[in-house]
């Protein structure tokens, strides 16, 4: 089993697939963070002091993991990074479903999708995936792997 998971292509495909996602939900949410503010406050699990930090910090947190995961830069400490947001967004989807709240998850700024069994099977599939090279580093078709060389 371990064979499957640490093969390189497996790897390759888990870090681009999540690297490709968080670039896409970071880059939405820097260009319009106000809209992301008001949709972490919709989860009323935070203060209000702290969500305009988030709603700034987030985004570009997201885009900078996309972009070593891609390029496979620090792929461990990356994926392990991408790991826990997906964690951390989990359990706020779930806190929302079982309080009842009928909100945008907030995942990408284009698009409304009302958190849901759906969005949390979506995010354990990403959480999935970017528990492969946390757990399992390739630096095979990495940056790193080029700069070594």
Request: hydrophobic fraction near 60%; include cysteine; charged fraction near 15%.
């Amino acid at each position: 089993m371990k064979e499957i998971l640490s093969n390189k292509y497996l790897q390759l495909a888990a870090r681009l697939i999540v690297g490709f996602i968080f670039v896409y939900a970071g880059i939405g949410k820097i260009a319009e963070p106000e809209t992301f503010a008001n949709e972490i406050f919709k989860y009323h699990i935070l203060p209000d002091f702290p969500i305009n930090i988030i709603a700034l910090v987030l985004p570009w947190l997201e885009l900078v993991i996309g972009i070593f995961l891609i390029a496979g830069i620090r792929i461990r400490a990356s994926a392990t990074i991408a790991s826990i947001s997906m964690l951390v967004f989990l359990i706020a989807i779930l806190s929302a479903m079982f309080r009842g709240l009928d909100i945008n998850c907030g995942c990408f700024a284009d698009k409304v999708v009302i958190v849901g069994w759906h969005k949390v099977l979506e995010d354990l599939g990403i959480l999935v995936a970017a528990l492969l090279p946390a757990i399992f580093t390739q630096n095979s078709f990495t940056l790193e792997e080029q700069i070594s060389d």
